[in-house]
T-cell receptor, first 113, second 109 residues
């Protein structure tokens, strides 16, 4: 248990479905992140929230919609996804943004069919 | 082009052997981190190196930060099956943590 909990661990969804990924951190951190991990590619930063405000959106398609209601919770809302969106989605938190160590959750393995 | 280039991409060795993985860049970093990711889990931070030329040891793992702070290496002595995993280096770039693609290490008994 890292202190960052992601649910669900696995998700299979059709291209017309709407689903949400949840992340919760119990570390008192001020920043939270969504990363996408595809096979043999570097982790791709999707969204950064610092003190509950979005500070970074790396040109992610609008079919991914983040929400950060408070400093402990982060959601990723999914709709009309494509098969190429199948990947491991990782949530992380840190005390501050930047070069300090991140604590990751175990991820959600998403399969779009 | 990737900010951080890791090599090799894959490494398979026998228990008891030594191994070294590399993380290289043309950019200078204020710090660099190493993570290990096991199947079905997220990356776990192993170490952060900050000073050029710095060497840090974590049991059988030795981490080195290059003098120019552009590269780093991870050396494992007498590898064990429990060392199997994806080793990732990461560095801060304009306030965001960027990752290399990783080195997959497999240690067989």
């Amino acid at each position: 248990e890292t202190g960052v909990t992601q649910t669900p661990r696995h998700l299979v969804m059709g291209m017309t479905n709407k689903k949400s990924l949840k992340c919760e951190q119990h570390l008192g951190h001020n920043a939270m992140y969504w990363y996408k991990q595809s096979a043999k590619k570097p982790l791709e930063l999707m969204f950064v929230y610092s003190l509950e405000e979005r500070v970074e959106n790396n040109s992610v398609p609008s079919r991914f919609s983040p929400e950060c209601p408070n400093s402990s919770h982060l959601f990723l809302h999914l709709h009309t996804l494509q098969p190429e969106d199948s990947a491991l989605y990782l949530c992380a938190s840190s005390q501050l943004t930047g070069g300090l160590g991140y604590t990751f959750g175990s991820g959600t393995r998403l399969t779009v069919v | 082009t990737q900010l951080l280039e890791q090599s090799p991409q894959f490494l398979s060795i026998q228990e008891g052997e030594n191994l070294t993985v590399y993380c290289n860049s043309s950019s200078v970093f204020s710090s660099l981190q190493w993570y290990r990711q096991e199947p079905g889990e997220g990356p776990v931070l192993l170490v952060t190196v900050v000073t050029g030329g710095e060497v840090k040891k974590l049991k059988r793992l030795t981490f080195q930060f290059g003098d120019a702070r552009k590269d780093s290496s991870l050396h494992i002595t007498a590898a064990q099956p429990g060392d199997t995993g994806l080793y990732l280096c990461a560095a801060d770039s304009w306030g965001k943590l960027q990752f290399g693609a990783g080195t997959q290490v497999v240690v067989t008994p």
